[in-house]
T-cell receptor, first 114, second 117 residues
Framework: AQTVTQSQPEMSVQEAETVTLSCTYD???????LFWYKQPPSRQMILVIR??????QNATENRFSVNFQKAAKSFSLKISDSQLGDAAMYFC???????????FGKGTKLTVNP | DAMVIQNPRYQVTQFGKPVTLSCSQT?????MYWYQQKSSQAPKLLFH???????NEADTPDNFQSRRPNTSFCFLDIRSPGLGDAAMYLC????????????????FGPGTRLTVL
């Protein structure tokens, strides 16, 4: 069975600094997709960034980028120039190609200090 | 704006009293999901509809049922809520273009927070 592990239950960062959230996954599939979702307090979950396993280039979305290490099965999220609005739970998620279901990690709570 | 709408946002029910949560979407997505999320935990998938096909997770209690009368609406019925069913219930949608094709992102609604007294 596929699993997603987020080893950092909580992280904190100073405003304008950079923070990296870790995620590892376990799968025997060759075709899969990885996601980072953000869930602010009392607000709905939104997609931050997505990575297709067949793509070697790391995905980037403005201040958010990933470090996708396929051999190591690692998918970390880097947030640059952290802003107060980045404070949220961040969930790493995986789906195998051909599946419509996500497997979530347990989440990392990010605090941004002014 | 296209979106996923959940009603009500907050629901209080009594122990054992049936309750229905609703979800609607304007995205015309073919897959709709129901998740249960307890405090500081990851969402737990209860079931999903792929078009009209219902897919139940093996560990979803029989107490939870779902209906999807059309593409836009999906309901979660809790037949006899227990104290352990108090949680946030999230509805999500996604569009799968072809069977076996890549999953597009899931769009989540704001959730319904269920309290069981």
């Amino acid at each position: 069975a596929q699993t997603v592990t987020q080893s950092q239950p909580e992280m904190s960062v100073q405003e304008a600094e950079t923070v990296t959230l870790s995620c590892t996954y376990d799968t025997s599939e060759s075709d899969y997709y990885l996601f980072w979702y953000k869930q602010p307090p009392s607000r709905q979950m939104i997609l931050v960034i997505r990575q297709e396993a067949y793509k070697q280039q790391n995905a980037t979305e403005n201040r958010f980028s990933v470090n996708f290490q396929k051999a190591a099965k690692s998918f970390s999220l880097k947030i640059s120039d952290s802003q107060l609005g980045d404070a949220a739970m961040y969930f790493c998620a995986y789906t195998a190609g051909g599946s419509e279901k996500l497997v979530f990690g347990k989440g990392t709570k990010l605090t941004v200090n002014p | 704006d296209a979106m996923v709408i959940q009603n009500p946002r907050y629901q209080v029910t009594q122990f054992g009293k049936p309750v229905t949560l609703s979800c609607s979407q304007t995205l015309n997505h073919n897959v709709m999901y129901w998740y249960q999320q307890k405090s500081s935990q990851a969402p737990k998938l209860l079931f999903h509809y792929y078009d009209k096909d219902f897919n139940n997770e093996a560990d979803t209690p029989d107490n939870f049922q779902s209906r999807r009368p059309n593409t836009s609406f999906c309901f979660l019925d809790i037949r006899s809520p227990g104290l352990g069913d108090a949680a946030m219930y999230l509805c999500a949608t996604s569009r799968v273009m072809v069977a076996g094709g890549p999953l597009n992102e899931q769009f989540f609604g704001p959730g319904t927070r269920l309290t069981v007294l």
